[in-house]
């Protein structure tokens, strides 16, 4: 924590504003009816995903090379405004892989609304990447004071809110103890200094902004204890597509795969990428943590968010997260 809390104030004096929520919008992709030298159902490909630093191995598989080494056409990935917009779109066709968190994915598929296959992981939280901020001076000093206060989530009832009912549990209190108000992550540094929130849940570079333009304080990291670790996001496709489309799945992951690799050896390919689809600079991603990179989809990992919704209410019963992950290889 102390580490995490040195950064902020080193990093004080080189940080930009920045927003992680692009204008850009991809191109659709097209069905081939004739199998490329690969063999692949389908070379153009449709990616839907927000532009945050956990969809850094999508353009680095761009710039590498990776998707054409496989037979893939990847021109530019489909920025999507939010999680509820770009699973109407996976589940409509219009978007063939989309980048989304897992409760939200979970949640479609346990109410029946479609069914989803994982077919690679996009992160998993790590010290760091997100980050519980108070204006400059607040009393809050830590989360046992949060009981009465409010406290700004990007989206209800998601990933975000159920990270904080998992701290405020282990802190001794309850979500009745909080009142949660929903403000778009560009949002929340502005709301912060002006007193429209008392504790923001922010990730990177977010949190760093709002420590470096108005002094705003850390008071914890909202992904600890029980939630260390948690997976976060994955890329999904519909059960359908991955039945009629194997073969393309299967280079999707390759490229994935080889991609993600590379943001795990070398950050440099990260920070290169990030402003390519995101409004980070350079100079910022250079003092982000980015971490949390997986090129595994595990069972067990998935299964926790699966759990953690159930104890909280999230679903109506337990949920068997082992029957969303693709069954195909990426070898």
Same mark, same amino acid.
Request: proline share 5%; with cysteine.
């Given at each position: 924590? +102390? ?8 990093? =004080? ?6 927003? !992680?929520?692009?204008?850009?919008? #991809? #191109? ?5 009816s004739s199998?490329? =030298? ?11 995903m ?5 969809? /850094?191995?999508?353009?680095?598989a761009i ?6 080494a ?12 939010? #999680?509820?917009?770009?699973?109407a779109?996976? !589940? ?6 989309m980048?989304s ?5 979970i ?5 029946? /609304? ?12 790590k ?26 989530v990007?989206t ?8 904080? &009912? ?6 001794? &209190? ?8 929903? *403000? ?9 200094? %002006?007193?429209?929130?008392?504790? /923001? ?10 420590? +470096?333009?108005?002094g705003?304080? !850390? ?5 600890a ?7 976060i ?9 991955a ?8 280079? *999707? ?5 080889k991609?993600?690799?590379? /943001? ?5 390919e ?12 350079r100079a ?10 997986? %090129? ?6 998935l299964?926790?968010?699966a ?10 019963s337990?949920?068997?997260?082992? +029957? ?7 070898s």
């Amino acid at each position: 924590m +102390s580490g995490l809390r040195r950064r902020l104030r080193v990093s =004080a004096v080189l940080l930009t504003a920045t927003a !992680l929520f692009a204008a850009g919008c #991809g #191109g659709g992709g097209s069905d081939s009816s004739s199998a490329n =030298a690969g063999g692949l159902e389908k070379t153009e490909l449709n990616i839907g995903m927000l532009p945050l630093p956990e969809t /850094a191995p999508i353009q680095i598989a761009i710039d590498k090379g990776f998707f054409k080494a496989e037979g893939l056409t990847v021109t530019k990935p489909t920025i999507i405004a939010g #999680g509820a917009a770009g699973m109407a779109d996976l !589940l409509s066709g219009k978007l063939d892989v989309m980048h989304s968190n897992y409760v939200s994915a979970i949640t479609t598929v346990a109410k029946g /609304a479609g069914k989803l296959k994982v077919v690679g992981e996009a992160w998993t939280a790590k010290p760091g990447n997100f980050a519980l901020m108070v204006k400059k001076g607040s009393p809050i000093k830590s989360v046992a004071d949060f009981k009465g206060k409010t406290v700004a989530v990007n989206t209800y009832k998601n990933v975000a809110e159920l990270a904080m &009912l998992s701290l405020l549990k282990t802190n001794g &209190l309850t979500a009745e103890d909080v009142t949660f108000k929903e *403000f778009p992550f560009p949002q929340m540094q502005g709301a912060l200094a %002006t007193n429209q929130m008392d504790v /923001a849940f922010m990730p990177e570079p977010f949190y760093q902004t709002a420590a +470096s333009k108005d002094g705003a304080v !850390l008071v914890a990291e909202p992904f600890a204890g029980p939630t260390a670790d948690f997976p976060i996001a994955g890329y999904l496709v519909t059960e359908d597509f991955a039945k009629k489309n194997p073969k393309t799945v299967a280079a *999707f992951q390759r490229a994935l795969v080889k991609a993600t690799e590379v /943001a795990i050896s070398n950050s440099a390919e990260v920070e290169a990428a990030l402003p390519k689809y995101t409004k980070i600079d350079r100079a910022t991603a250079e003092l982000m943590v980015l971490g949390g990179f997986s %090129t595994t989809v595990n069972a067990t990992r998935l299964q926790r968010v699966a759990d953690l919704m159930t104890d909280f209410k999230y679903l109506d019963s337990k949920f068997d997260a082992s +029957s969303m992950i693709y069954s195909g290889s990426a070898s």
